[in-house]
């Protein structure tokens, strides 16, 4: 067995010049690592980490540790912006 691994290590060009590999090396050379659907790709960590972080020292501090993982304004901070716009409108 290890004769004919041996033997095929020898005979073989390890340079991929056509076919599958070929193939495989130039669309992982299309995606940027991290990049979803990349192969071999990162798995993004650093901003959850980052953000619970964040989250246990406001806690701990007794803050609102909830304004860690929101990304804007919620969905009742705009209801409350368009009713201001409205009655505003209306005066």
Known sequence: MRRFFREKAETEDPTPRSGQMANVQASAAAF???????????????EPAIRVATAVVKAIKGEDWRDAFRNGPSDYDLYEQANAKEESADH
């Open 32 to 46: 940027d690592p991290g990049t979803p659907g990349a192969p071999g790709g990162a798995i993004p960590v650093m």
